[in-house]
């Protein structure tokens, strides 16, 4: 009985978010995906398998480029839930992170001169770390200090494996950081107590409150003043300054053409049509020329947009002739590349070299 009421729980959970033009909107790093694929790898669990009908494939969680909507992770999130049946899994992906886990944002926080400013930094940036949740930083008492995490739609089903996954990787960090011996003073969540409530304090070895009123894990302030060994002046400039970079590189897109350019990227070389990218996304054509149209994007814009692009890299490059670079992005004729990208730019693709040279 249990198992139903969660089903119709998580049905009609999703139902409520799909309403949300944000639900699907394609802007978060896949971190979250890569950790969870990893842990179950290294149990020797199958996982592929979570990834049906997310319009996703694990293999392509090693793109860089890559971006997933909140729709998609929570898709195989909830998957691997149903799949392990395991009740803390949040807990199990979150203690296995490490500032290597975080990318530039871990150097950046690593090579902070102190504890406060390395968690001031993460909070600040935290979106580029692939977080679902948003974070902020908070003063709860003349001597306490507070990460607390806001949940970016009412999404309850999801919401514990949310906080445990954040708040497990913070401590796991923060003991990376300021030393083994690291403790919060509490930990305070707004859901009811699990029925796995010994693993959160076995891990986090802190006074545990559920039923709160927020979610956020409370320090000593004292260590906001703790200086970390690994402080660089100059390379936590670099990498906080990349870091606000990759805020800013594009806004959000909507999903679908997220979809269709990472598609386009890959099979550049075939020329492939509408119909063929709907079909790869198992789609019907008129299907996917109304979604994109619903976000106001036509196909061939984005189809040249994404040509042009991988055209001024590789003539940046500067290894390939302009045939050959014609040919990697679908021209057999010389001549009609030229043709095209000078549309597409306003420039022949040798002036476009000289002007990157």
């Given at each position: 009985?249990?198992?139903?009421?969660?089903?119709?729980?998580?049905?009609?959970?999703?139902?409520?978010?799909?309403?949300?033009?944000?639900?699907?909107?394609?802007?978060?790093?896949?971190?979250?995906?890569?950790?969870?694929?990893?842990?179950?790898?290294?149990?020797?669990?199958?996982?592929?398998?979570?990834?049906?009908?997310?319009?996703?494939?694990?293999?392509?969680?090693?793109?860089?480029?890559?971006?997933?909507?909140?729709?998609?992770?929570?898709?195989?999130?909830?998957?691997?839930?149903?799949?392990?049946?395991?009740?803390?899994?949040?807990?199990?992906?979150?203690?296995?992170?490490?500032?290597?886990?975080?990318?530039?944002?871990?150097?950046?926080?690593?090579?902070?001169?102190?504890?406060?400013?390395?968690?001031?930094?993460?909070?600040?940036?935290?979106?580029?770390?692939?977080?679902?949740?948003?974070?902020?930083?908070?003063?709860?008492?003349?001597?306490?200090?507070?990460?607390?995490?806001?949940?970016?739609?009412?999404?309850?089903?999801?919401?514990?494996?949310?906080?445990?996954?954040?708040?497990?990787s913070s401590l796991a960090i923060a003991r990376e950081l300021a030393g083994s011996n690291f403790r919060p003073q509490r930990l305070e969540l707004t859901y009811a107590r699990p029925e796995h409530a010994q693993d959160y304090a076995d891990f986090f070895q802190c006074e545990l409150v559920f039923g709160a009123r927020h979610n956020r894990v409370v320090i000593d302030a004292q260590w906001l003043e703790h200086p970390l060994p690994t402080h660089n002046p100059l390379t936590a400039q670099q990498a906080l300054a990349l870091c606000t970079q990759?805020?800013?590189?594009?806004?959000?897109?909507?999903?679908?053409?997220?979809?269709?350019?990472?598609?386009?990227?890959?099979?550049?070389?075939?020329?492939?049509?509408?119909?063929?990218?709907?079909?790869?996304?198992?789609?019907?054509?008129?299907?996917?020329?109304?979604?994109?149209?619903?976000?106001?994007?036509?196909?061939?814009?984005?189809?040249?947009?994404?040509?042009?692009?991988?055209?001024?890299?590789?003539?940046?490059?500067?290894?390939?002739?302009?045939?050959?670079?014609?040919?990697?992005?679908?021209?057999?004729?010389?001549?009609?590349?030229?043709?095209?990208?000078?549309?597409?730019?306003?420039?022949?693709?040798?002036?476009?070299?000289?002007?990157?040279?």
């Open positions: 009985m249990s198992a139903v009421i969660s089903h119709v729980t998580d049905d009609t959970a999703s139902a409520q978010l799909s309403a949300d033009a944000r639900f699907t909107v394609a802007e978060t790093p896949p971190n979250i995906l890569v950790h969870l694929t990893q842990l179950a790898l290294s149990r020797g669990q199958r996982c592929d398998g979570w990834f049906a009908g997310s319009g996703l494939q694990r293999e392509q969680l090693n793109d860089p480029t890559l971006r997933i909507s909140y729709r998609q992770a929570r898709s195989v999130i909830r998957r691997a839930q149903q799949a392990t049946g395991e009740a803390g899994l949040g807990l199990a992906v979150g203690r296995t992170e490490t500032l290597g886990s975080f990318g530039l944002l871990g150097l950046a926080m690593m090579t902070s001169a102190t504890f406060g400013d390395a968690m001031k930094v993460g909070i600040a940036h935290h979106r580029v770390s692939g977080s679902l949740v948003d974070v902020s930083f908070e003063v709860v008492a003349p001597r306490e200090v507070a990460l607390a995490v806001w949940p970016r739609f009412n999404d309850a089903p999801l919401l514990p494996f949310l906080c445990e996954e954040l708040f497990a990759q805020h800013d590189i594009e806004g959000p897109q909507q999903e679908i053409v997220a979809s269709v350019e990472r598609l386009l990227r890959s099979h550049l070389r075939h020329q492939p049509r509408l119909p063929d990218v709907a079909r790869m996304l198992n789609m019907s054509e008129r299907s996917l020329r109304r979604r994109l149209a619903e976000g106001g994007r036509v196909f061939r814009e984005i189809h040249d947009r994404v040509r042009a692009e991988r055209a001024l890299e590789l003539l940046h490059g500067g290894t390939l002739s302009v045939a050959e670079i014609g040919l990697e992005i679908g021209f057999s004729d010389p001549r009609e590349f030229r043709r095209a990208f000078k549309r597409w730019t306003g420039m022949p693709p040798r002036s476009a070299r000289q002007h990157a040279a």
